[in-house]
């Protein structure tokens, strides 16, 4: 491929590739790899660019099995391996729209959400620095900021200066004043939603996937462009329910309620849409 040169604006170019095999009706998803170099001030830099392609895809329109609760009755929605390639507007239009009625609400997993955006990242392209290596054997062996790299996609993103701030702040208070969380109040909502290795189903799995950015632009935009109340949300099987961004007329004690059994699941169903029908 010949090179060329980029002007401050981004640059595009075709992969054609070709799967060959057996059994392959039982492939879902393609990882690809795309190697290239860029050149300039700092020199010929070798770089590496994850691109998942989905291969099979749901009928939108399938009959669906919708879930009783006392305010209302839930839908998870089933869709395709969600990737850059896609955007949350073309998901509820092509997942959403064949169930739902005037009235309705519809939620998105903010780790979905991130990965439309393309906010993922393979540790082998996070350089842990000074910071990160130290300070991420002081979290939880279970927490995504407990290893370097996890920690240090946090860094890239607030300053390391901040996080450690907020790490130092943290420790205090919740040794002193017996008072935890600060550390995540301080460092910034991405903290809390940061997702390391092995945080989310295959192949993301393999990927650190940040938390999502402006959500509420998100929602307000599939309100626009499908008239259908809209909220980015966090759930787990801890029945707990954080609503990060959600159109105005979603009443959020309502929506705690109808999550708050977490339908869509934390494991690999593949439904990270809900559709959610208030009780008359």
């Known amino acids: 491929m010949f090179g060329y040169i980029v002007k401050r604006k981004p640059t595009f170019f075709q992969v054609a590739i070709e799967i060959t095999g057996q059994n392959l009706t039982a492939l879902q998803t393609a990882w690809v790899k795309v190697h290239y170099i860029t050149y300039g001030p700092g020199g010929r830099i070798p770089k590496t660019r994850h691109i998942i392609v989905p291969l099979k895809f749901p009928t939108p329109t399938a009959v669906q099995r919708w879930r009783p609760t006392p305010i209302a009755d839930v839908l998870p929605v089933r869709t395709h391996l969600l990737t850059h390639l896609d955007t949350p507007v073309e998901i509820v239009q092509r997942y959403v729209q064949p169930h739902a009625q005037t009235g309705d609400i519809i939620t998105l997993g903010e780790t979905p959400v991130a990965l439309m955006q393309g906010r993922f990242r393979h540790p082998s392209d996070v350089k842990p620095g000074w910071v990160a290596r130290r300070l991420c054997y002081y979290f939880m062996p279970t927490s995504s900021l407990a290893t370097a790299c996890g920690l240090q996609a946090l860094v890239d993103i607030v300053g390391a200066r901040r996080v450690l701030g907020a790490f130092l702040i943290g420790a205090i208070a919740k040794k002193l004043l017996n008072k935890p969380g600060v550390f995540y109040q301080l460092a910034g909502e991405q903290a809390r939603l940061i997702d390391d290795v092995t945080g989310t189903l295959p192949p993301y799995d393999q990927f650190i996937v940040l938390g999502p950015h402006n959500p509420q632009q ?44 977490n339908p869509a699941g934390n494991a690999d169903e593949q439904t990270p849409l809900v559709l959610i029908r208030p009780n008359p």
Request: hydrophobic share 55%; net charge negative; no cysteine.
């Open 218 to 261: 998100v929602v307000d935009e599939i309100q626009k462009e499908t008239g259908l109340a809209a909220a980015v949300v966090d759930v787990n099987d801890l029945k707990a329910v954080k609503i990060l961004a959600a159109t105005a007329d979603v009443p959020p004690g309502f929506l705690e309620q109808a999550l708050i059994s």
